[in-house]
């Protein structure tokens, strides 16, 4: 029993209960394995009294983590919730939308740093010196950060091509930075193989139950800032699918303790990219066979896994909650990154354009009900793929003027 809260580990499918270790699949099945809680014990102690007494960030939940004393991500979460009116007004008729924007969650600007505050203490508490992962980017930049807060050493993995500000933004912390000549997927492969083999703590693969667990927090804050209440419908870009689940989870954990006024029912609304929609193709045939894409190729690196490991869950998730989902070509995503920037003056990364411009396509065709609350979870910041906009013809180039009011007039802008 490492916290109050916390007790242990369960196996998704058949329900065998594991001590805390850095085990994430269960012997018998190969099945997930989950953080069990105390709810009883944590609805005493995390009261809306308690939780407005602490700072506005992910730990203000900590009762509800499989972690309580932060060793690095001292100040992760704790992200705006905007009102996004003239987003709502464009798209039509939609009073209540609103976005979550992960875009400025610290150190390192997506919500990747929930995980990893979440798995980097977990690993300090196993007595790992060394921490990794297999990743896309964001948690590549996280990990490394998180690392050096916490006095630990970094070993990233990341597949050979990914966004240069990526690549930067991981070695800048100092961390040691592999390139695998392959996808995501063979990074990830590999990583399961190393974490059998080396003594790392890897956040998203011996580490990963508690790591998803980080997850929750975006809900819990969602949540608490609607007023105590879940969302009528979430959308939300789908990478491991990971994400998406945990929402829900989330707003079942704050009923669980009423903390809510209502019981949720939130419909949940998966995101992805054309070039890599494993996900969101299964949900289209209303199935839960994930149908594993081997060649992704999307501008959306940061969500461009082939073969999810909680695609399954992620596909039934929004399939029974009476949701749904699509996907997007990249021209659409580059679209749903200026619509988000040009009205609410929120600049996203890549994957939070596959949100904006899914969760527009969703509402061109009525799916989703303008009277309803709705909540678009923008999980990363844009300045770190600016690449996507930098192609030419994107972006207008801007006009070289002689610095002289007449060269000024002659634009004839105002
Ligand atoms: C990792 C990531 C996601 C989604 O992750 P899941 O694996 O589905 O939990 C979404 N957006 C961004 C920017 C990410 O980096
Ligand atoms: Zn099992």
Redesign the pocket.
Known sequence: MSTATAVGLRCRECGTEYADNPINVCEHDFAPLEVVYDYAGAKKLLTREQISKRAFNMWRYRELLPEQEPVSGFNTGGTPLYHAKHLGERIGGFKKLYVKFDGVCVPTL???DRVVAVSVARAKRFGFDTVGCAS?G??ANSVAAQAAQAGLKSVILIPKSLERAKVVNTQVYGAKLIKVDGHYDDVNRLCAEIANDAKIGIVNVNLRAYYAEG?KTMGFEVAEQLGWKAPDNVVV????????NKLNKAFKEFAQLELLEAEPHCRFWGAQATGCNPITDAIKRKSDLIKPVKEPNTIAR??A?GNPADGYFAARLCLDSGGGGDDVSDAEIVQGMRLLAETEGLFT?T?GGVTVATFKKLAEAGRINPDETTVLCI??QGLKTMDALMEPGVLPEAPVIKPSLSAFKDLKIA
Not at 237 to 244: P, Q, R, V
Request: aromatic letters at 4%.
């Open positions: 997506s919500f990747k896309t964001n948690l997850s870009c789908m990478a491991g699918g990971s994400l998406i940061s969500i896994i990364e994957a999980t990363g």
